[in-house]
């Protein structure tokens, strides 16, 4: 229990087992052995490209994983500080139940640092049996404040006056009224006689009455 977390990881299995030796058939002898699974070849493929970001990629946070349960903080600082360099903060997080969930956060105080654990200890076995898994934190690119800021939406910018457009708005609201159809002078003079014909037994009636 008071182990440092570098002997746990240096430990070997205790009387390990050796199988039986098996022999190799006719059909191995000609064909050869069988090639690593396709699980395992995914797995070194992950690696390998694990291991190109970390190189293009320097950086000073990392998350390592599948801890045992029995490890604590003061052990992941005393095998970081010692063979990688000075830290900063370590969390090793927890459940509701206040068991280790086996991960913890790892943040060292020079940029790089990162890098250099997980070159050190991804997939290092502790106690013989279970890989350190180490993954790196990559800080997103940073954004300029005019890619930031959105355009004018609607406003047009002149010499350091905005200018909003409300002669549009109210051309607008004018096209929504109903216009007046525009009479020829031909529909005026035709209105005309209707209203001289319409008027004029009237007038005729009037002396008649008298």
């Given at each position: 229990?008071?182990?440092?977390?570098?002997?746990?990881?240096?430990?070997?299995?205790?009387?390990?087992?050796?199988?039986?030796?098996?022999?190799?058939?006719?059909?191995?002898?000609?064909?050869?052995?069988?090639?690593?699974?396709?699980?395992?070849?995914?797995?070194?493929?992950?690696?390998?490209?694990?291991?190109?970001?970390?190189?293009?990629?320097?950086?000073?946070?990392?998350?390592?994983?599948?801890?045992?349960?029995d490890v604590?903080?003061?052990?992941?600082?005393?095998?970081?500080?010692?063979?990688?360099?000075?830290?900063?903060?370590?969390?090793?997080?927890?459940?509701?139940?206040?068991?280790?969930?086996?991960?913890?956060?790892?943040?060292?105080?020079?940029?790089?640092?990162?890098t250099k654990?997980?070159?050190?200890?991804?997939?290092?076995?502790?106690?013989?049996?279970?890989?350190?898994?180490?993954?790196?934190?990559?800080?997103?690119?940073?954004?300029?404040?005019?890619?930031?800021?959105?355009?004018?939406?609607?406003?047009?910018?002149?010499?350091?006056?905005?200018?909003?457009?409300?002669?549009?708005?109210?051309?607008?609201?004018?096209?929504?009224?109903?216009?007046?159809?525009?009479?020829?002078?031909?529909?005026?003079?035709?209105?005309?006689?209707?209203?001289?014909?319409?008027?004029?037994?009237?007038?005729?009636?009037?002396?008649?009455?008298?």
């Open positions: 229990m008071d182990k440092a977390l570098d002997e746990i990881i240096a430990a070997k299995p205790r009387n390990p087992r050796r199988g039986p030796t098996r022999r190799t058939s006719a059909r191995a002898q000609v064909l050869g052995n069988a090639g690593p699974s396709p699980r395992v070849r995914a797995n070194a493929a992950a690696n390998v490209a694990a291991k190109a970001a970390a190189q293009t990629s320097p950086t000073e946070k990392i998350i390592v994983s599948n801890l045992p349960i604590n903080e003061a052990q992941i600082k005393e095998l970081f500080a010692q063979t990688v360099g000075p830290l900063k903060e370590v969390t090793l997080h927890y459940d509701q139940n206040g068991r280790s969930k086996g991960v913890a956060s790892v943040h060292f105080q020079r940029k790089g640092d990162g654990a997980f070159q050190q200890y991804n997939n290092r076995l502790i106690d013989g049996k279970k890989p350190m898994k180490i993954e790196i934190v990559v800080a997103p690119a940073p954004v300029s404040l005019a890619q930031r800021v959105s355009p004018a939406d609607g406003a047009t910018a002149t010499n350091g006056v905005t200018r909003t457009g409300g002669r549009g708005r109210r051309s607008r609201a004018g096209r929504n009224r109903k216009e007046r159809p525009q009479k020829s002078a031909a529909d005026l003079d035709a209105e005309m006689e209707d209203y001289t014909a319409s008027n004029a037994p009237a007038a005729t009636a009037a002396p008649a009455a008298a």
